[in-house]
């Protein structure tokens, strides 16, 4: 069975998270500087195979876009002319930062490992892709 891969998409980095081949647990993949994003995924897809990404969608609490909205949609459009038979799937992305860092705490995270954005963001896609699986069971 292909996989998940959950892509919560940032200006610099944008973390990204695959589940098993069974789709039942998703695991952070990598944090990958946003200007090689698409070459990440093409060497990725052409080694495992992916049933659908999963885009985190960055709303605010009242629905409505953020300033970063605009920059995911039209990466969306990339990623989709880029990778034509698979399907792309919005996922509410709200919260996952502050839940990210809760998660580290929780788990004894070390404080200097926290500060590295680059974990909170792989830690968000994993939440946006464990909240993605859960809405669909």
Do not use: C
């Amino acid at each position: 069975m292909p996989r998940l891969l959950a892509i919560d998409y940032g200006t610099k980095r944008t973390g990204l998270a695959v589940t098993d081949p069974l789709q039942l647990i998703a695991t952070a993949l990598e944090t990958v500087p946003t200007h090689q994003l698409l070459d990440y995924l093409k060497r990725y897809v052409s080694d495992e195979p992916v049933e659908a990404f999963v885009v985190g969608l960055p709303t605010r609490l009242d629905g409505t876009d953020t300033d970063n909205t605009p920059r995911v949609r039209a990466f969306v459009e990339k990623l989709k002319t880029a990778f034509p038979a698979i399907s792309v799937q919005w996922h509410d992305e709200r919260f996952t930062s502050s839940m990210a860092l809760q998660a580290m705490i929780a788990g004894g995270t070390k404080k200097k490992d926290r500060r590295e954005k680059g974990n909170i963001d792989k830690v968000s896609a994993v939440i946006i892709l464990q909240s993605f699986m859960e809405s669909k069971r």
